[in-house]
């Protein structure tokens, strides 16, 4: 409710000011704090969800006011096509740049960005024949100021309710999740590469759209503009306002135009001043003004609505009934790491709807076997098969697509979302639908998030973590991380669910509840388990058929009275020959 | 010549998975502190190199200490910004103290050049190149036969366990970025009389030596050294060919194109994703 009413303050501020003032200086600083606050908020869509840092956004707000400049002045557009044209253009710039820097990631995205904005810069000054050189280009078609003012509030409300819908949908937990654990959200069959391009090119369409405007503002653009400076004053601008948050990058922008303005004085201060309130934004607000000014809410008491208490439907049931044959094979699995045998020429077949145990003492290559088959390491020899269709050479998020959903030894959940966020992650998977949709929180994108939320909300209460969904998933103990994973992976519809060590650090009481889900999963016909534990009690208990691994070679395979006779077995893990 | 500074990238990388982003910007201290010892205040040659040099190891570890170390276990970047801000902040105050205007850097290397065929280059244009493969030469040593080197390249591929090991964390980070800075301010000092010493010059300097190291393989000294020298070559060539600007526009493409093509660089080591 406050923060309706602070939205509405905002507006109301931003309409008064033409209404008091016929300064256009005024007026002109206040256009300022819009433009960048539309730069800051689609930075806020890559920086602030996905977590990668950009230093090139110069070069993006250059493509965009240089497009649209070209289009106006030299095509003659109407200025609402030329914006369109800029945004249409810097997407696909930015769709291509994304798609070639962000193979890699962190401090290499960094320089990767850093370097595009300097070639750009580099070619607006030597291109003079159509960027018109060091000079820019005069003469566009500009609007009164005050035409000016409304076209930029207008756009600047917009790109933050765009992104404020964005955060919201399926997409915005993807970019979440993919910058909390890249692996676990691979598992869920997200494309890390994919979802990061897609941030990155909604990030510069924004970029672009400021551009556009920007060079409206003046009717005249240069190559100063559009130094590493400025990418740094938008990165700045974002991260002292409040990174992640949807109010961040309109404090930002306010404290950042007019700081300066009023520091005219200061001008040869001037990069110390930034410097400065960089440092101190780092160190003391992690999380903008904006995250230091709010204070956490709690949850008090979500709206229950009736849910049907079975298992969710899956794709487990339907498929399994006609096939025939193993569900997944592995033959002649071999690994080595620098010559050092992990694994070697395993052979493994899980059947539908089993509980298959894979045992071993520590270093037996177990949970290198999971993460050969879930697609993490490639195997050096062998091929595996699901369903009868191989795996062979196909990134995790391919392999959890086909449907093999997985947790990890040391349970991943997505810090940053809820434990209901968490689940809907994976109810989700790749079917993210459209970006554009989720932006504009379309009626379709809406109805989807809807069945999302319902089904997550189902699974959490399957599991027992119902009044929990609205708890940040960071804030749960080791027990109840495990469980949410085990949730989020069945949330994705597995026909294969492979848990690694799910019992490890779990009380007595809780392995016997797991003990329980593991046999209730089998009997309402959920997915196949493949499961990898030490506990003994509950792997006998369980499991249908247990392959037993000793320095990396499969020394025993059958029902699980069969294998604990077996002398190899006995032999591996007591260390006595009979 | 980029090969000296981007070593220093390597350096501080090994040790922390972290960098100096205003590496370049260290360079320009070091060539404005040169200055000011020898050319502001006459003091000889080695005592000005000296002092410099000392300077230089202790803004490293003030970088360190402010932009680093309070970051160096949250995985996140904001060390990468935090350097950048140490970065800018000193660039204003070289500004305000040393001024604007770049100035001539005096050293009897640059007085004539010599002459191969039509192409000319100044002896100091040679001594640059010597150095940083002398420098990387014992920056080798340093890791692989000393002790203490070795502590350092083991704190880089485990942290905890290297603390466990009674090893001084965050001195050895710091040990790292004062080396670092170290090579940097050689590498003003050295580059000061090539190009002119101004506030402004950091950035750039920073920029391409961070794609060389990129080009070499963050994780390889030799790799660096290498890309540094081809870097240089690719640069003259074409500004010699092309034009001056065209020179940094080909260099930062040829980034892009190492890093789609081999994202960990030439000599780098293929990262493998720990699960």
Known sequence: MTERLGWLALALAAAIVPLLTANTYYLYVVISIGLLTIVTAGLNVLVGLTGQTSLGHAGLYAFGAYTAALCAA?????????????????????AAVAAAALRVTGPYLAMVTIAFGLIVEGVLIEWSSVTGGPGGIFNIPKPTLRTH????????????????????SAWGRACLAVKSSEVAAESLGLSAYYVRIVAFTVSAAFTGAAGALFAFLNGYISPDSFTLQTSILFLLALLFGGLGRIAGPVAGSVALTILPELLTGLLDYRLILYGSLLLLSIYWLPEGVVGALSRPRRGGGRALSPHPALLPSGRGQGEGAGATGPLLTASGVSLSFGGVAAIADVHLAVERGSIHAVIGPNGAGKTSLLNVLSGFYAPQAGSIALGG????????????????????????????????????????????????????????????????????????DTLGLGDLADEPAEALAAGLRRKLEIARALATAPLLLMLDEPAAGLSPAEIAALDRQLTALREQGGPAVMLVEHHMDLVMAVSDRITVLDYGRAIADGPPDTVRRDPAVIEAYLGAST | MYGLVALGYHITWATSRTMNFSQGHAVMVGAVVAYAMFVGLHWPFPLALVVTLVALAGFGALVERVAVRPFFLRASPAWLLATIAVGIIAENVAQLTFGKDARAFPSPLVQ???????????????????VGLLLMGLVQLFYHRTAYG???????????????????????????????????????????????????????????????????????????????????????????????RAREIVGFGLVILVLVVRPWGLLGEKPTRRV
């Open chain 1, 74 to 94: 030299r095509a003659g557009l109407p200025e609402w096509a030329a914006v369109a044209a800029a945004v249409v253009v810097t997407s696909i710039v930015g």
């Open chain 1, 149 to 168: 003012y409304w076209t930029v509030m207008l756009a600047a409300a917009v790109a933050l309710w765009l992104t404020a819908n964005l955060r919201r």
């Open chain 1, 389 to 460: 269709r191989s795996l062979r050479g196909l990134p995790p998020y391919a392999i959890a697509r086909r449907g093999i959903a997985r947790t990890f030894q040391t349970a991943q959940v997505f810090g940053g979302l809820s434990v209901q966020d968490n689940v809907s992650v994976g109810v989700a998977g790749p079917r993210l639908g459209a970006v554009v949709a989720a932006l504009v929180s379309s009626p379709g994108s809406r109805a989807r998030e809807a069945a999302i939320q319902s089904r997550a909300q189902a699974w959490l």
């Open chain 2, 112 to 130: 004539k050049p010599i002459m191969i065929g039509s192409v000319g280059f100044y002896p100091q244009e040679l001594l640059v190149p010597l």
């Open chain 2, 150 to 244: 070795r502590q350092l390249k083991a704190v880089a591929f485990n942290p905890e366990a290297a603390g466990l090991m009674g090893i001084n964390i965050p001195r050895a980070v710091m040990v790292s970025y004062a080396l670092s800075a170290l090579l940097a301010g050689v590498a003003g000092v050295l580059l000061a009389p090539l190009l002119n010493v101004a506030p402004q010059m950091g950035t750039i300097i920073g920029l391409k030596a961070f794609a060389v190291a990129i080009i070499g393989g963050l994780t390889s000294a030799p790799g660096i050294v290498l890309a540094g020298l081809g870097y240089g070559l690719v640069e003259s060539f074409t500004a010699g060919y092309i034009s001056t």
